[in-house]
């Protein structure tokens, strides 16, 4: 069994920061790309930012300059530091990772259960 948790949400005003982490746990043999992708109100979920197993990154324009995205590996962990926040980055945000168990032959994908953010004054 595998699992990922996101921490991390909750209330910020404009201009603020937040930092979320999802931890992944189980029978883990190897984690390749992890992402972070959110669903705002009325909206359909959208690719975030993403991280590869060597480090390279990935994010949408809307969040570039403001989110930077890392992981830490012995840890099995993916970070995303949220900064400049804005009203419009109010969402559900959740972690997704390419995961290969141990004793598996294959990479499969899971997700959390989410995490929410809220930007208001």
Known sequence: QVQLV???GG???PGGSLRLSCAASGNIFSINTMNW???APG???ELVASIASGGSTMYADSVKGRFTISR???KNTVYLQMNSLKPEDTAVYYCNADIRRGGG???MNYWG???RVTVSS
């Open 43 to 45: 909206k359909e979920r």
């Open 72 to 74: 830490d590996n012995a």
């Open 11 to 13: 209330l910020q005003q």
């Open 113 to 115: 259960q989410g995490t």
């Open 37 to 39: 992708y959110r669903r």
């Open 105 to 107: 032959a294959a990479y």
């Open 6 to 8: 996101e921490s991390g």
